[in-house]
């Protein structure tokens, strides 16, 4: 197949454009390469691909980017969670308008088949159960708690602890940043593309993603490259509330492959979102220790804190991708640890601004 990939010079993107080279796909690669996210000069990985440097809100340049293309791979936008709401109309522009633009050149060439990099920040808190009132949303978390060390969220009926789950793909959607809701908006404007024309979508919901090429020393890196970058500086890695909270960490090489799987399979519904994870869940606590010994450096530090948008548990339920796409993780997650600590990382440009157009 001939696939355009958007966002083809970032973290994930660049590793499914190689993946899909790899199993003798015609990648079409195109980036903006903004420079907050990548400098004054594309990444050395990018070198394999015939790379166009353009914008996915540029329609004339998608027009002639998608001759001939049997699909689309939209791994662009900004990514993090901004530093305040003064982020959001950048947020937007990329992640909506850019995701508006690609739809509406894709109708115009006459290509229904999308992928599109999601997120599982669109859930906002998981799946918890109270004793008394069954599945529930946690109620919202309160500064004095937190304060207070207080972080397991509680029910909002009766104020008991909740216990934690596995968060399926139906779970309530409810984004606690501009990121999640500009992630949720492209999945709705993907569904109503698919729905007006009769196309199709896999939304992949990515968690917690870490590998090589992740951006390191930004505030807007996942948890994996800050923690990766104090050791490496000497420092001991600083985990907020008791270190207790849960996430899945996926390894990009995983991601890769759930993105090739969903490009040669047939989406069942116009929309169908899967959980993209590794279905083996560790607390961040767990990651900062697991990072600390195979890096040989000082111990994490627990700091407590806590913000009251954050959220406590997310743990993915991976059943969907396996039943529906045949996706299951490869990498444990020991493995993943011990080759990211040596894993090539993409160097900052900027600490000011939302990094990762394309990321």
Known sequence: ????????????????????????????????????AHGATAPPWTERHDLVVGDVRDGEL???????????????????HGLDPADAPRYAAHNDLGTATVLAAMHAAGVRRLVLASSMVVYGEGRYHCPAH?????????????AAGQYEPTC?????????????????????????????????????????????????????VYGPRMPRDTPYSGVASIFRSA????????????????????????VAAANLLALTTPAPDPLTPVNVCSGEPHTVGELAHELASAMGGPSPVTVGGGRTADVRHV????????????????????????DFTTAVMRDPASL???SAVGG
């Not at 355009?4 to 390469?33: K, M, N, P, Q």
């Not at 001991?236 to 390894?251: A, K, Y």
């Open 1 to 36: 197949m001939r696939i355009l990939v958007t966002g083809a010079a970032g973290f994930i993107g660049s590793h499914v454009a190689d993946l899909l080279t790899e199993h003798g796909h015609e990648v079409v690669a195109v980036d903006a390469l903004l420079p907050e």
């Open 62 to 80: 998608l027009t002639r980017l998608l001759a001939g293309v049997d699909a689309v791979c939209h791994q662009a936008a900004m990514v993090g």
């Open 134 to 146: 069954g599945i529930v949303r946690p109620a919202g978390r309160r500064a004095a708690d937190l």
């Open 156 to 208: 909002p009926r009766c104020d008991q602890a909740l216990s934690p789950g596995l968060v399926p793909e139906d779970a309530p959607l409810e984004p606690h940043s501009t990121y999640a809701a500009t992630k949720l908006a492209q999945e709705h404007l993907a569904g109503a593309w698919a729905r007006q024309i009769g196309g199709a979508v896999w939304a992949l919901r990515y968690h917690n």
């Open 231 to 254: 050791l490496a500086a000497g420092r001991p890695p600083r985990v907020l509330e008791d270190g207790r909270q849960r996430r899945d960490f996926v390894h990009v090489t995983d």
């Open 315 to 338: 743990v993915a339920d991976p059943a969907r991708a396996a039943r529906l796409l045949g996706f299951t993780a490869q990498v444990g997650f020991a493995a993943g640890i011990a």
């Open 352 to 354: 000011t601004t939302p």
